[in-house]
């Protein structure tokens, strides 16, 4: 997933991504898929978000004594 201010502004062409990527795993099975974000401005808030309830559902975040 490509986001943020470059992807806005068009600074990155995600077609020459897509081809650098592809070079890259010519020689693999795998072939990640290349997207233009959807979350714009709260990505990061919404990433942030997920890491600290997954943290404190691995009891990592808090000590519960």
């Known amino acids: 997933v490509l ?3 470059l ?3 068009g600074g990155i062409p995600l077609r ?13 099975s795998y072939s990640p898929r290349i997207v233009r974000g959807v979350l714009g401005d709260r990505a990061g808030l919404s990433g942030a978000l997920a890491r ?4 404190e559902k691995d009891g990592i975040l808090y000590s519960h004594a």
């Open 7 to 9: 992807m806005r502004r």
């Open 16 to 28: 020459r991504v897509r081809l650098h990527v592809t070079r890259l795993f010519r020689a693999s």
């Open 52 to 55: 600290i309830i997954q943290k």
């Open 3 to 5: 986001g943020g201010g």
